[in-house]
DNA sequence: ATATTCCCCTGGAAGC
DNA sequence: TGCTTCCAGGGGAATA
């Protein structure tokens, strides 16, 4: 489900509902996450909190407490937050609901379990977990160049496209802006990134920030379950040129060339293989 | 060290 | 109608 505009817009949505807010009950439901859930611990690390900032880091959020201590979210594949009253019944797929001191929930619901409650401690504000130190740089930071993908796209072999999603290169960006930025800077997915000229990476950055850019604008996209905090869809999927369109007429080449579907480090990937070169 | 493959899990859509 | 197969926004561990 969610890359960078959808986690963007996830964090957005819950500052609102939970800056200056104190935890006063929390449960965790049936089975587990990514990692098993420890409730006591997770009990006596939030009950009592009071909610100082949120921030996103990659496909991250972390949610900071008062005294030092935060959360890292992390939504997998299927993962969604709520806000809503505390006596409306729990979702069958609900994992962790947070009670706050408003009588309202904020519940974190994935109905495919790849999401994560992680409890970090200490961390202080303006920092990000020791566990996030592996990750690239941020997509949307002016430290993300073309000077700067070209330096790391020498001496690698693998398809540029992996390599965009390779959180250890950039961060936030997954199968469908991939695929979207690719198309808009006309470079094929399959492409040897160590065949990628300056000047291209110079494009494929101005792309890869537009398409975040413009996907953040309107909440992201929905495909199937993706929701925001107050359950709306993201409304980009009708901005998509490539992705989900295989055998549909080009956006730039028009109906001479059709959308390709193929396999890429076992992701759908989509081109045109008319202007995708 | 670096780059694919497999796997985690559930549910919806498509195929037969 | 009902069963089977395939596929999905992510990421990490296990392989080549």
Sequence with gaps: MPELPEVETVMRGLVPHLVGRTITAVNAYIGCLRQPIEIERLRSFCIGRTVSGL?????YIVVQFDNASGILLHLGMSGAFRIEDS???SG???????????????????????????????LVADEFPTGLAHLGPEPLDAEFTGEFLYRVCRGRSRPIKSLIMDQA????????????????????PGRNCSRLSRRRCDILVDAVKAVLREAIEVGGTTISTYRGVDGSEGRFRVHLDVYGHAGMSCPRCGPEARIRRCVLGGRSTFYCPGCQH
């Design 55 to 59: 921030r996103r880091r990659a496909k």
């Design 87 to 89: 006596a409306r019944p």
């Design 92 to 122: 069958s797929h609900d994992r962790v609901s947070w009670e706050l001191d408003n009588g309202l929930s904020w519940r974190f619901s994935d109905i495919r379990r790849f999401g994560s409650v992680v409890m970090c401690s200490p």
């Design 169 to 188: 290169m950039v961060v936030g960006i997954g199968n469908i802006y991939a695929n979207e930025a690719l198309f808009r800077a006309g470079i094929h």
